[in-house]
């Protein structure tokens, strides 16, 4: 066991990792990445140069940010919002996954799920601000993985879209949906020998005090998808059993490790954090810590 001291995370949150490296953010604009091995740390675009900020205004207490909540085809109009630090700090960001490691890599790209629809955004190595990606539907997006240099994002319908430095800001579709909508939240997990899985969490809600409406949640369940080729396409299919493979999902990059290597975990084994960020927000409480489950299909 090591013992890590880091003052400059000092009344920041750490959001995820990706390469080793950890997001941190406290609400105000400037966003950075460290390196918790080296402390080296890389400077990306500040929050008020996401397309929704429209101005970060540090005068006004618990009102610093205004937000443009809109996106083509959403059900709801386009609604200015007025946003305190602590929201941005807890909420703002969903997910921020870099395509290549920065200590090895001179072109790395950083993307990000953001905002109250879940956005998506990004940015290369020198950017200044962070650059839309145009989605015009009505489906939002729920987990990004990188894979070879490329951006594989997963979105509520189960279509899966990929990207890269030479496609950004256009995307194509992978993965056509599934036939129906996922309401549940879920994750995106590939192997090392390349194959696909999509992870769905599935969530209760349980009454603390039905008269003061205080719930708490927990993960029930997981249902495992794997991506195969059938009839000349790529399409999912439920899988029943993930083998020696063990899964970890949260808001880090996921991972894949076979269990042959991890002595002390089980295979066929999910392992997953609390991101579930919406309750977080509504002020529903739930476990924060790391747990061990096993995968049971659908």
Not at 150 to 161: A, E, P, S, T
Not at 258 to 273: E, H, M, P, V
Request: proline share 5%; net charge positive.
């Amino acid at each position: 066991m090591y013992k890590l001291e880091l003052p400059k995370v000092q009344g920041k949150l750490l959001r995820g990792s990706s390469y080793g490296w950890v997001l941190m953010i406290d609400g105000y604009p400037e966003l950075n990445l460290i390196n918790p091995l080296t402390r080296a740390q890389i400077q990306l675009p500040p929050i008020d140069t996401f397309p929704d900020v429209l101005g970060y205004r540090p005068y006004r207490a618990d009102e610093e940010y205004l937000i443009l909540r809109v996106r083509p085809n959403l059900p709801k109009p386009a609604k200015l919002q007025v946003e305190s630090i602590a929201y941005v700090r807890d909420v703002f960001i969903h997910k921020l996954v870099l395509s290549s490691n920065p200590t090895t890599s001179k072109e790395y790209m950083a993307m990000a799920i953001y905002g109250m629809v879940l956005d998506l955004a990004f940015c290369k190595k020198g950017d200044k601000k962070w650059t839309l990606i145009q989605q015009n539907d009505q489906h939002t997006n729920h987990d990004i993985i990188s894979h070879k240099g490329k951006f594989y994002v997963l979105r509520n319908d189960g279509g899966l879209w990929v990207g890269d430095r030479t496609s950004l800001p256009n995307m194509t579709q992978l993965v056509p949906s599934l036939p129906r909508t996922i309401l549940n939240y879920f994750s995106l997990v590939i192997t090392i020998s390349g194959e696909f899985f999509m992870v769905r969490k599935i969530h209760e809600l349980e009454p603390i005090s039905r008269i003061d409406h205080i719930y708490s949640y927990k993960t029930i369940d997981f249902v495992v998808y794997k991506l195969d080729h059938h009839q000349g396409e790529l399409k999912w299919r439920i899988e029943k059993n993930i083998g020696d493979n063990v899964f970890f999902v949260g808001i880090n990059d996921s991972l894949c490790i076979s269990s042959q290597n991890l002595a002390r975990y089980k295979g066929n084994c999910i392992y997953f954090t609390d991101d579930y960020f919406d309750c977080h927000r509504e002020g529903i409480v739930g476990g924060h810590d790391i747990y061990g489950r096993l995968q049971r299909g659908g």
